[in-house]
């Protein structure tokens, strides 16, 4: 997208806004004040998207998030409109934290609070409400909705939600009080309306929140946290299907949460993407080594080519289930981003060995990616490959453990598989030593205990007859 794009994005964004502005405006107060109010609220809206350009350009490249922050600045305005036809008007019921809880919860609290802000001065400025304390009440109202949030990972946090914009209103009504040397039965009776405000715009956020992530596409934790659930018939089936996938997809998310972690990006992304990174090997279960049992390995019936073939179709086949169960796109990433353009490397070595002299085609033994162009994919990326390997070593002591991780990281850098990353090299090297210490806790030694005292020894074989 140029930067024309995006420019026209904000003037669509702002255009939207303004007749809805104007509608509360011209309904509250004469025509001529009313058109030096549209100008100002111009202004202020201009301003809040230059703000976004500058610090969230990303919002600007989806036309449904531009609508979204259109909609909550209109619906506020609006609610506005409404209060201050009240006498005297009840400024604390004008809904500020509605929408700046929706956008904390689906951006995040910084932007949140710049806009709690500019509608703040987009309310306050209205003439209808002037000589009241509506700019203070809506701009402490909004920034303590968009401080309060934080990353929600359960329902019950909207109850904290609600204490601290109920609070704050209550500091704000009992301040505000003391100026103008209100009465204690105003003051009391301001904080409580600012506690209903809290309470139903929590209540009405909360209630509208899927809606919300659906129209604009956005993925919050909560729907991660849905998504996690081991009942979902994706990961249901991966677990009877396909054991030994499912086995390797809660290894790898254990590892890439703690690594995300560490580097500041997503965890629970990581975590949940990792749970669905395979699901593609549904429809071939047993092509892949982890599902094997022994014995009789299918491949070796087929060429090298046709291996490759069912290996790589496995990226395919993992995106389009995705697509069927409407997983978000920042899941559904994990699935061809946690390969790159990876080579094939088993088949087509086995394909060299057969014909030497024969050159091995890219296009056959290599994953179609794209590389990943997430902190989250790049970090999948690299662990994928380290759980893997590491179940081949036969005495996974510390000091190969170490080794084997620098090897593979720094076999995947050179290949350029992180090229079109976010990951810095301080971060990759936090990456290992995270990775290092979460695997050194797996492959630990543990006492061996004697057969009669409920144990076995590193030489106990089975009796024979046995079960």
């Known amino acids: ?43 202020v809206v201009g301003l809040f998207g230059l703000v976004l350009y500058l610090f969230r350009p990303e919002i600007y490249r989806s036309l449904r998030a531009m609508v979204f922050f259109a909609a909550g600045f209109g619906v506020l305005v609006i609610a506005a409109g409404a209060v201050s036809r009240q006498s005297p008007a009840p400024i604390e019921l004008i809904p500020v934290a509605f929408p700046v809880f929706g956008f904390a919860v689906l951006f995040d609290g910084r932007i949140a609070a710049v806009a709690a802000m500019a509608l703040a001065v987009l309310v306050g400025q209205q003439p209808a409400l002037s000589g009241t304390s509506a700019t203070a009440f809506v701009f402490v109202g909004g920034v303590a909705a968009a401080l309060s949030v934080g990353r929600i990972r ?74 996690s659930d081991p009942n979902r018939p994706l990961l249901r089936r991966l677990a009877t299907e396909a054991a030994g996938t499912w086995a390797h997809s809660l290894a790898l998310a254990n590892l890439c949460e703690a690594a995300c972690n560490a580097i500041g990006a997503n965890g629970l992304l990581a975590r949940v993407g990792c749970y669905y990174h395979d699901i593609g090997k549904l429809r071939n279960p047993a092509f892949f080594q982890e599902n094997l049992r022994g014995g009789w390995n299918p491949h070796d019936g087929l060429t090298p080519e046709q291996s490759a073939a069912i290996i790589r179709r496995h990226v395919e086949d993992g995106v389009e289930l995705a697509r069927q169960q409407r997983l978000p796109d920042p899941v559904t990433s994990f ?56 179940r081949a070593l036969d005495d996974p002591q510390p000091e190969t453990i170490a080794d084997a991780i620098a090897h593979l990281i720094r076999q995947r850098l050179t290949a350029g598989q992180l090229a079109e990353s976010p990951l810095t090299l301080r971060q990759i090297e936090v990456v290992r030593r995270t990775f290092l210490h979460v695997l050194s806790g797996v492959y630990h030694n543990r006492i061996a205990y004697p057969e009669d005292a409920g144990g076995i020894t590193a030489d106990w074989e089975a009796p024979r007859g046995a079960a």
């Open 154 to 227: 359960s329902r019950t946090q909207a109850y904290g939600f609600i204490v601290a914009v109920a609070a704050i209103y209550a500091a704000a009504a009992a301040v505000s009080g003391a100026v103008s040397r209100a009465p204690w039965g105003a003051i009391v009776h301001s904080a409580a309306l600012g506690g209903v405000n809290a309470l139903l715009s929590a209540a009405l956020a909360m209630l509208l929140l899927p809606l919300a992530e659906s129209f604009t596409h956005e993925t919050t934790d909560l729907r991660l946290l849905e998504l």
């Open 335 to 390: 699935i061809p981003e946690h390969h790159g353009t990876l080579e094939i490397t088993y088949f087509a070595e086995r394909a060299r060995s057969a014909d030497p002299e024969a050159p091995v085609p890219d296009a056959v033994f290599r994953y179609p990616g794209p590389l990943p162009r997430t902190a989250e994919t790049a970090v999948t990326l690299l662990a994928d490959g380290v759980e893997a390997a590491l």
């Open 1 to 43: 997208m140029n930067g024309d794009d995006i420019g026209l994005r904000g003037h669509l964004a702002r255009a939207a806004l303004a007749p809805l502005v104007a509608a509360a405006a011209a309904a509250a107060f004469p025509a001529t004040n009313a058109w030096g109010a549209i100008g100002l609220d111009i202004m």
